[in-house]
């Protein structure tokens, strides 16, 4: 009797294992047969393609549509009648200098016109006198030369102090020389000027004259040529987009921003592309020897272009160099990928695994 029930306990036991078994096994199956998804890939296109660069870039006056105000005296600026965007015309004052220069000017002057009136005076006494015979005919020319070389005198001091724009017998307005937009305000009050040509003091600009200069990444710069059309248009769509040509490529590459400066003229004089204002320019471009792949492709992480590089049925990670994102396109360009390479058409989705 012991003996059969210990034989059912084992019976049922084995059973209940085997049971065990089977579910184990079923399950397992079941986890074998769960697949991760599969990631869909895409062969990049490798060749020569067409490309829309765009930068951003501000209005600046033309090198030739400015005029740089210095002092035609030493002196003090006592006042600045101007600040930068005003509009100026020759009639109207940008700064007050008080100058000693002026003062001995137009103490000089002073003494000239008393010279004058004295050799005046006695020039009509000599007439007098020449016409009752007590003087000769040379005594009265030389009188009368005497009045015009005083005279002489007068009027060469009233012309530098025109000419310094003297609006009292201590100081001087500058004025400016054209129509045009006060550009920069180099100066400031209590300042100490000279008569030197290199202290610039005021920068006119001719409000028509106009150049646009965008800053070029230097990946894109090849694309670049002096000569070549591109389109202009401002942030704020004040008209529709412009025509402007490459005028000049700066020599000088910013270190830290790897950029240059590229310089457009406008084909047509806009009003409302006034300096200082900031506008961004797009240039179409042949761009060789790159790979063309969709944006979303691309991974941008810590300051790198990521692509996820097909071996087998694992994906690494690869950096890669951009070199153009059209925002016009569902694809970029760029370079840096081994040929017949596929990769990841969804980069975030391999990132977020």
Not at 110 to 128: D, I, P, R, W
Not at 275 to 280: D, E, K, P, R, W
Request: hydrophobic share 40%; aromatic share 6%.
């Amino acid at each position: 009797m012991r003996l059969s029930l210990l034989g059912l306990s084992c019976t049922a036991a084995l059973l209940l294992l085997s049971g065990c078994t089977k579910e184990h096994t079923e399950n397992s199956q079941k986890i074998a047969t769960v697949q991760m998804p599969v990631i869909a890939t895409v062969l990049p296109e490798f060749g020569t393609f067409s490309t829309q660069i765009s930068a951003t870039a501000s209005v600046q006056p033309s090198p030739d549509g400015i005029v740089s105000v210095t002092s035609p005296a030493s002196g003090t600026i006592d006042k600045i009648h101007v600040t930068v965007g005003d509009k100026v015309s020759p009639k109207l004052p940008l700064i007050s200098i008080r100058s000693s220069d002026v003062s001995d000017i137009k103490s000089d002057q002073l003494s000239a016109q008393a010279a004058y009136t004295q050799a005046k005076h006695v020039h009509e006494m000599n007439k007098e006198l020449f016409k009752l015979g007590a003087i000769t005919a040379n005594d009265l020319s030389l009188s009368k030369s005497n009045v015009e070389q005083a005279d002489a005198m007068v009027q060469g001091y009233s012309q530098k102090l025109n000419y310094y724009g003297a609006t009292s017998g201590q100081s001087l307005t500058l004025h400016s020389p054209i129509n045009g937009v006060v550009y920069e305000v180099e100066t400031h009050l209590g300042e100490k000027v000279t008569n030197d040509a290199s202290q610039i003091l005021i920068k006119i600009a001719n409000p028509h004259k106009k150049v646009i200069v965008a800053t070029i990444y230097e990946k894109d710069l090849a694309s670049f040529i002096i000569g070549k059309e591109v389109e202009i248009k401002t942030d704020n769509n004040a008209f529709e987009p412009i025509k402007g040509t490459i005028t000049y490529i700066s020599d000088v590459l910013d270190p830290e921003n790897k950029t240059n400066k590229v310089y457009i003229r406008p084909s047509v004089d806009v009003p409302q592309l006034r300096i200082n204002m900031f506008a961004s320019i797009a240039l179409n471009a042949d761009v060789k020897n790159v790979f063309r792949i969709p944006k979303k492709s691309l991974l941008f992480k810590e300051g790198k272009f990521i692509v996820f590089v097909q071996n087998g049925t694992q994906f690494s990670p690869l950096t890669v160099t951009l070199v153009s994102d059209d925002p016009k396109d569902d694809f970029s360009l760029i370079k840096g990928l081994p040929e017949n390479t596929k990769i990841a058409l969804e980069a975030i989705a391999l990132e977020k695994q």
